[in-house]
């Protein structure tokens, strides 16, 4: 237990030292957006895993604030749900997000999870690797960390991008609890907030990954 505790120690000192070297200390980073409106914020949830967030979650995302403004508890989701429009709801035809959106409104429904404060004050108190909320297919640690950055819970979600950035500055573990734990000691090296490091970390990693596409092209 203590020889891990120094590695992750290490690790996160290394990850910081690299994302200093980089400008992440710097005061203006940019911080994932939170919503009063849990339409926007499950359907963020849903669809951001494998898909470009700013050309094709973020647009149906601001387009559920713009047409769906009484949509923002979960008590109208389930409504749309039931009436089988969830795929109008996210311009979605896939049923694999349409499936888990379904699911994640009725989980939290039958949870009594209406509002987004309701979410925060679950997922505040929630054990990420215990929750119920993982009883819902396709939820795992990463998107229950990734609802916590949303609602302004201050964390991590190990993503692809943290996995790789972690790789740069040879830090191979690939355990989702050490990388969590890594990532957010080296925030608070950083002085800086978890959720902005973590949005950081992505932007500069999905920056990366296009300029390689195009690049490749």
């Known amino acids: 237990m203590q020889s891990s505790?120094?590695?992750?120690?290490?690790?996160?000192?290394c990850v910081a030292n690299y994302a200093r070297e980089l400008g992440a200390d710097l005061p203006h980073l940019e911080i994932r957006p939170t919503?009063?409106?849990?339409?926007?914020?499950?359907?963020?949830?849903?669809?951001?895993?494998g898909l470009n967030y700013n050309s094709v979650v973020r647009p149906r995302v601001l387009?559920?604030?713009?047409?769906?403004?009484?949509?923002?508890?979960?008590?109208?989701?389930?409504?749309?749900?039931?009436l089988g429009r969830t795929s109008e709801l996210l311009n979605w035809?896939?049923?694999?997000?349409?499936?888990?959106?379904?699911?994640l409104v009725l989980f939290l429904d039958n949870e009594a999870i209406d509002s987004v404060c309701d979410?925060?004050?679950?997922l505040k108190d929630a054990d990420v690797r215990?929750?119920?909320l993982r009883s819902v297919r396709g939820v795992g640690p990463k998107t229950v960390?990734?609802?916590?950055?949303?609602?302004?819970?201050?964390?991590?979600?190990?993503?692809?991008?943290?996995?790789?950035?972690?790789?740069?500055v040879g830090v191979m573990e690939d355990d989702y609890d050490f990388l969590k734990t890594v990532?957010?000691?080296?925030?608070?090296?950083?002085?800086v907030s978890r959720r902005s490091f973590d949005a950081w970390v992505w932007q500069r990693e999905s920056s990366v990954a296009a300029r390689q596409m195009t690049f490749a092209f």
């Open 93 to 103: 035809t896939h049923g694999e997000k349409i499936n888990r959106f379904n699911a």
């Open 145 to 168: 960390d990734y609802l916590s950055c949303l609602v302004g819970l201050d964390t991590v979600a190990v993503d692809r991008h943290v996995r790789t950035f972690a790789k740069r």
């Open 183 to 191: 990532f957010c000691c080296a925030a608070d090296l950083l002085s």
């Open 63 to 82: 387009a559920i604030l713009e047409n769906y403004p009484t949509m923002s508890n979960t008590s109208g989701l389930r409504e749309i749900v039931e």
């Open 130 to 132: 215990t929750t119920p």
């Open 35 to 49: 919503y009063g409106h849990m339409g926007a914020l499950v359907a963020d949830s849903v669809l951001q895993a």
């Open 5 to 13: 505790a120094v590695q992750m120690l290490v690790a996160a000192r």
């Open 119 to 122: 979410l925060k004050a679950y």
